[in-house]
């Protein structure tokens, strides 16, 4: 994991330090809802409505910029009074599931055309931090793994003045399976604001 670190900071530092010196750079802030897949659905199966996702991003060359989106994601589940197991425990009661993601990835976005609707896709390779919490009277499980994560993207900007775009997209983010936990799976949709600046 140490070596996933250093790369993503390597190549987060690489992104900026370019000869572009007058290039344009995009802020975006962004209120995320999220759909669980695979491991992340078996915990909590609810829809989160609780997400945002920042974004810097600094043209490299026309139509290419590259930069890091930083995320934050709440799943919750809450699951009838039963018997439940864990380990060679048996508990009765009623659970309170919880997963905090912290996506955190270098990416880069392709956009077409100079428009007012820009469509673009991306693709971002990074590490997500997974803290998972099964609540249970006065008894907690917690679980906290660090995945390795790729995300592609597809959205579009909006256009809505010279320094301001509405941006609208879609991110499928993959964390594999490590030797702790299963690999799942998480679709973003994202909807916020992009701020441009030279």
Same mark, same amino acid.
């Given at each position: ?30 209120? !995320? ?11 909590? /199966?609810?829809?989160? @409505? ?20 930083? =995320? ?17 425990? !048996? ?32 693709? @971002?390779? @990074?590490?997500?931090? #997974?803290?998972?919490? !099964? #609540? ?22 909006? /256009? ?9 997209? =879609?991110?499928? #983010?993959? =964390?594999?399976?490590?030797? /702790?936990? /299963?690999?799942? @799976? ?13």
């Amino acid at each position: 994991m140490k070596k996933i670190i250093i790369l993503l900071c390597m190549l987060t530092v690489g992104a900026f330090i370019t000869p572009y010196v007058s290039a344009q750079s995009f802020t975006s802030i962004q209120y !995320t809802v999220g759909i669980p897949f695979g491991g992340l659905k078996e915990h909590t /199966d609810n829809v989160s @409505g609780r997400g945002f996702t920042f974004e810097f991003h600094k043209e490299v060359a026309p139509s290419l910029s590259v930069g890091v989106n930083l =995320a934050y994601s709440v799943f919750y589940e809450k699951k009838p009074y039963g018997s439940y197991n864990s380990g060679n425990a !048996t508990l009765t009661g009623t659970q309170y599931r919880y997963n905090n993601l912290f996506p955190m990835l270098v990416n880069a976005h392709y956009t077409f055309g100079e428009s007012l609707i820009v469509p673009y896709v991306g693709l @971002g390779i @990074g590490t997500v931090y #997974d803290l998972r919490n !099964t #609540d249970m009277g006065m008894y907690t499980i917690e679980e906290y793994n660090w995945h390795f994560l790729i995300s592609p993207e597809l959205g579009c900007l909006i /256009d809505i003045s010279s320094g301001t775009s509405i941006k609208l997209n =879609a991110k499928y #983010d993959n =964390a594999f399976k490590i030797h /702790d936990a /299963d690999g799942f @799976g998480n679709l973003n949709l994202s909807l916020g604001f992009v701020f441009n600046s030279w």
